[in-house]
């Protein structure tokens, strides 16, 4: 697969050049697997899910930046014999380095959310713009030189029903956008997926993201599974088996990014026996277990607590270091390891799948969306809504958009269509509608309820269609991908009396009140 050969020359290209001292040996992929560009041995994952919250006393968690933990951890790692963590939430505000050091040191890879709770895509109220996009870059800024951060995970669990699948449409996005902007920065670490293992969509997530061409598809593809529970369950009673079978043919690393059923405690962890060896090493790539710190949801393997330097192991913990011990995985090497397997098909739109696979969101663009707002005649008078405000905001534009075409704003994941300004934020997308208003009763009313708002005599830009051409947020010039876009008067005619044009007008209005209202909060003073 062109992909594979691609993707490994790079990596040793770019890794090798950021780490000349590094004390760890940077890792390529190629195929389905993960080598050591050094040695050529296959790489397998051996981590644990690292994600300390007792003691927290900060709403932006940050175990990277707590060197105390850090120091008492790492020599906690080693005495374990992993090889990774994996990090849902850091600050990328605070200085990382001593930790990634020590990490970096012991031979520990990082594999890191991308997003947060604070800056994450809703699975129900899906979007992609410029704010999430921008944290985002600014996290991949923030650890770009740790020679040891080795993957990140564009999602988690986000789409994890069939009524949540079409959150999977700008995911991608995120995936193909996040892949560019490391592209600008030079650097060639993979970006991945962790699905929830839901049995009504599991495949058809599986086949979307690794399916299209290299750059919107997934690097790797993670499986949180918590399926093996306790000593009475084997491979094929676990659902183990069956898992396996999904990924024989998968053209992209694949790894277990969760797992330890906690059902039955003490853990034994049985699972891991199949997993680095014959069941499952020629399919996957390791796995991470969940999780190293106890908390309220009793699967941690230590107690801890953040900033101290004290360690309480469990009965757990003996058992993982145990089976960890014994795991031996007898890859293959780089250098005689052929990429074999085919392609995924993309998953059809249907009543399971609430996506047109071939067609993403467009690309965020600050530049766009700021010049479209500067071509409103009608927008809203304060910059920012209060929470109160926002939530007003969906009525009105339900009304609106339930009389005319919001195609500029629209989203229909089911039919690919998304709107040229549908990547704005939700007050642009929102402002953009009661101007669409104002133009159709042709400058009578400039009015949004209760919601105050202001007419612009002569707007900086005469036409919104200009915008189009504005770079977006990894520098590229041209018309936003994806389709749909602003229609003309004749076509906002013919829709008033398509039912089917305005059926969005609700989920529009929903989504932007949900949207803004949280946004006002979070910005409100």
């Known amino acids: 697969m062109k992909f594979a050969v691609t993707l490994a020359s790079a990596s040793i290209g770019v890794l090798c050049a950021s780490s000349v001292a590094a004390a760890i040996d940077p890792l390529v992929i190629k195929g389905s697997k ?124 986000v789409a994890n029903d069939v009524d949540t699948t079409p959150a999977a449409a700008f995911v991608k996005a995120a995936i193909r956008d996040m892949k560019a902007y490391l592209k600008t920065k030079k650097l060639s670490t993979p970006v991945g997926y962790a699905d929830n293992d839901d049995p009504k969509i599991r495949m ?32 094929k009673t676990s659902g183990y088996e069956d898992i396996t079978k999904n990924m024989t043919d ?113 690309t965020p663009s600050e530049a766009r969306c700021e010049c479209m707002m500067n071509s409103l005649g009608c927008t809203f008078k304060n910059s920012n809504l209060t929470t109160s405000e926002g939530k007003l905001i969906g009525e009105i534009i339900g009304n609106i958009c339930g009389q005319t075409s919001c195609d500029g704003i629209s989203v229909d994941t089911a039919k690919g269509v998304y709107g040229d300004f549908s990547a704005c934020d939700s007050y642009q997308r929102a402002a953009w509608a009661v101007n669409k208003n104002y133009e159709n009763q042709r400058g009578a009313v400039c009015s949004a309820g209760d919601v105050g708002t202001k007419i612009v005599d002569n707007p900086k830009q005469s036409d919104a269609s200009k915008c189009l051409s504005e770079k977006d947020d990894n520098g590229v010039t041209g018309k936003p991908s994806g389709s749909g876009g602003s229609s003309s008067d004749k076509d906002d005619e013919e829709n008033e009396s398509d039912d089917d044009s305005t059926s969005g007008a609700s989920a529009i209005a929903v989504q932007l009140s949900a949207v803004i209202a949280a946004a006002a909060m979070a910005f409100a003073f």
């Open 34 to 157: 993960w080598f050591n560009s050094k040695t050529g041995d296959q790489f397998f994952f051996k981590g644990v899910a690292y994600q300390p919250r007792t003691g927290l006393k900060s709403d932006n968690p940050d175990p990277l930046a707590d060197t105390t933990g850090c120091k008492r951890d790492v020599a906690v790692f080693k005495d374990l014999g992993i090889n990774a963590i994996r990090v849902y939430e850091v600050d990328y505000t605070n200085s990382h380095d001593e930790c990634m050091k020590l990490l970096e040191d012991a031979g520990i890879y990082v594999l890191l959310d991308m997003p947060s709770p604070k800056y994450s895509i809703n699975r129900a109220e899906p979007y992609w713009d410029h704010d999430l996009m921008s944290h985002w870059q600014a996290k991949v800024d923030a650890f770009a030189e740790y020679p040891n951060l080795v993957a990140w995970i564009a999602g988690n669990e």
């Open 204 to 235: 058809n997530l599986i086949n979307y993201f690794n399916c299209g061409d290299d750059d919107t598809r997934a690097d790797f593809y993670g499986i949180n599974t918590y399926r093996w529970c306790g000593d009475k369950t084997d491979f």
């Open 250 to 362: 998968y053209t992209i690393p694949s790894l277990l990014t969760e797992y330890g059923c906690n059902l039955v405690r003490p853990r034994t962890f049985t699972e891991v026996k199949s997993l680095y060896g014959a069941d499952m090493v020629s399919t996957f790539s390791g796995g991470i277990m969940y999780e190293y710190t106890e908390e309220d949801n009793e699967y941690g393997i230590v107690k801890v607590s953040v900033g101290d330097s004290k360690v309480e192991k469990n009965s757990d913990y003996d058992n993982f270091k145990k089976v960890l011990a014994a795991a031996k995985p007898q890859g293959v090497k780089m250098d005689s390891y052929k990429a074999s397997g085919k392609d995924s098909t993309c998953p059809q739109s249907d009543s399971a799948w609430h996506v047109k696979s071939d067609v993403l969101p467009p």
